[in-house]
């Protein structure tokens, strides 16, 4: 993968953890909420709407939509021979640097500010993390983060390396610096060369 390409592919996988996190949030703060208000009053109902679990939902919500991305883009680069454990890695820690580097500014407003609350709304994905575990707001942050990190890299090698098991020419060939066209002509030899012997 060239410069050109690692740039518009992290660039990409930024924008799409963002648009993720907000759907995530619009369906842990608006649309579960409402779901569950449906439901008869009482413990189960208060229960299901308690922040940790709604939280936990918005998490879910997040790693369910970016886990089927990045499987395909370990199938799409094994198939193209584009893999780099430095550029998957980078663009992953780009993701987490984007998305955490505003929560270290919230400690900077009033606790009871309306930047305040646009922290707690925006980062509600992790509260669970911050409420149920105890954690710092910063830290559960950067946990909740890594974690979708970690499970979406887990992701990556195993659609790789399963596209690699079906077809070893492809890890054949990464293995040796040839390409899959170069492969792909010296299998062609190969058979004209049976077929003259023939």
């Not at 924008?15 to 949030?25: K, P, Q």
């Not at 208000?37 to 922040?51: F, I, K, N, V, Y």
Request: aromatic share 12%; hydrophobic share 55%.
């Amino acid at each position: 993968m060239d410069s050109l390409k690692f740039l518009l592919y992290t660039l990409a996988r930024i924008g799409l953890l963002i648009a993720c996190t907000a759907f995530a949030v619009f369906i842990g703060v608006v649309a579960y909420p409402a779901i569950v208000s449906l439901l008869p009053e009482g413990s189960a109902r208060d229960t299901l709407m308690q922040d940790t679990l709604r939280s936990v939902v918005s998490f879910a919500v997040i790693v369910l939509m970016l886990l089927p991305l990045f499987l395909d883009d370990g199938k799409k680069h094994a198939a193209y021979e584009i893999w780099s454990s430095v550029n998957i890695t980078l663009t992953l820690i780009f993701m987490v640097m984007v998305c955490f580097i505003p929560s270290i500014f919230r400690d900077s407003f009033e606790p009871h500010g309306k930047a305040n609350a646009f922290y707690e709304v925006a980062y509600f994905p992790f509260v669970w993390l911050k409420e149920g575990v105890g954690l710092d707001f910063v830290v559960s942050v950067l946990i909740g983060l890594a974690i979708i990190a970690a499970v979406l890299y887990g992701a990556y090698l195993i659609a790789f390396k399963r596209y690699a098991k079906a077809h070893p020419v492809i890890l054949g060939g990464a293995r040796r610096g040839e390409t899959l066209a170069d492969a792909e002509e010296d299998e062609k030899v190969s058979d004209d060369d049976n077929l003259l012997e023939e």
